[in-house]
């Protein structure tokens, strides 16, 4: 008996190459993987154990933030008050738990709450009234700004309780120490990311994306998912500001002034389509670390501060240009 084959024998791997070589990941991932060899020539503090600790310990407020975006600009919109929620749900919580008004885990608790607050309003907003997302989030950025100055005084809140500076301890790994934030900040990436690839409400998020009619058509209760998901997008904004008065030890009123802009530009460099229905929690995790990445590489060698901030923004130019040109080759 003799073996035979088929006309399609031989097509999986170049196909799955294909694949792999196309995904919106492929491009952001080659990037992180060629600016750490680099760094890694150019410095030799870069490429230790500690220092990329430090990498992951300066991009995961930034980095949970950017999470709650990825979801909005999946389903085609865009949130400007990020930042400014946070820094109101660090504040609040601080001076609740440091006044002793109410128990710091009740604090915890009511600043997570406020935060997921804001997100429902931006979602009822946008999809009750409806209003443009830009403008709609523009305007809560400047409310939950002012909200910000007014309940804090213009004061830094210090003294804190443990319970809200305990995911800034660190343990111990090899000789590198790892903090419980960070750790908290990988579990979200990685349950987001396996809530939009592998449950029905990721499939709906994309759909939302991709066609608001189609998604309606098709059953998908379009005005509750995005409710929901600004919902979802402002309780990580809360978990951002625990992180962050974790991080720093205080609450500070001027925390989170250019972070709405920091997460999408992590969103973006990671390869999520502005224009929505396209992208992953994944990519983000990648362009979170390539933002980190730069900054601590080119301040490790010196470089100011402006120029990572202009390296930043050819970054993003790139990256939105990379995401209009694959676009018109999909048509």
């Known amino acids: 008996m003799t073996a035979t084959t088929t006309p399609y024998a031989g097509l999986t791997a170049p196909s799955t190459a294909r694949r792999l070589l196309t995904a919106p990941t492929t491009g952001p991932l080659a990037a992180l993987l060629i600016a750490c060899v680099f760094f890694s020539f150019s410095t030799d503090q870069f490429l230790t154990g500690g220092n990329f600790s430090l990498i992951v310990q300066q991009v995961m407020v930034v980095g949970t933030l950017a999470i709650g975006q990825t979801l909005i600009i999946l389903t085609a919109g865009i949130d400007l008050s990020c930042g400014a929620v946070m820094a109101f749900g660090s504040i609040m919580m601080a001076r609740m738990a440091a006044e002793g008004s109410v128990p710091p885990l009740l604090a915890i608790g009511l600043g997570l709450l406020v935060c997921a607050g804001f997100g429902l309003l931006n979602g009822v907003l946008t999809e009750k009234i409806p209003l443009p997302p830009f403008i709609v989030t523009l305007g809560m950025l400047n409310v939950a700004f002012a909200l910000t100055h007014i309940y804090s005084e213009e004061q830094t809140v210090t003294e804190l309780p443990g319970p809200l500076t305990a995911l800034g301890g660190t343990f111990p790994l090899g000789h590198t120490d790892i903090t419980y934030g960070s750790l908290v900040t990988i579990a979200l990436f990685l349950l987001f990311a396996y809530a939009l690839s592998g449950t029905g409400w990721g499939r709906h998020v994309y759909a939302l994306g991709n066609s ?68 992953s929690v994944l990519g983000t995790f990648i362009g979170v670390l390539i933002v980190g990445v730069f900054r601590n590489g080119l301040q490790l060698m010196g470089v100011a501060s402006i120029y990572q901030t202009l390296i930043t923004g050819v970054l993003v130019i790139l990256a939105v240009t990379v995401d209009q040109i694959s676009r018109k080759r999909a048509r």
């Open 212 to 279: 608001v009619e189609a998604a309606r058509l098709n059953g998908v209760r379009t005005s509750r998912l995005t409710i929901g998901v600004y919902t979802v997008a402002g309780l990580l904004y809360g978990v951002a500001a625990l992180l962050l008065v974790s991080r720093t030890g205080v609450g500070d009123p001027q925390a989170g002034q250019t972070d709405n802009l920091d997460s999408i530009t992590a969103v973006v460099i990671g390869g999520t389509s502005l224009f929505g229905g396209r992208g």
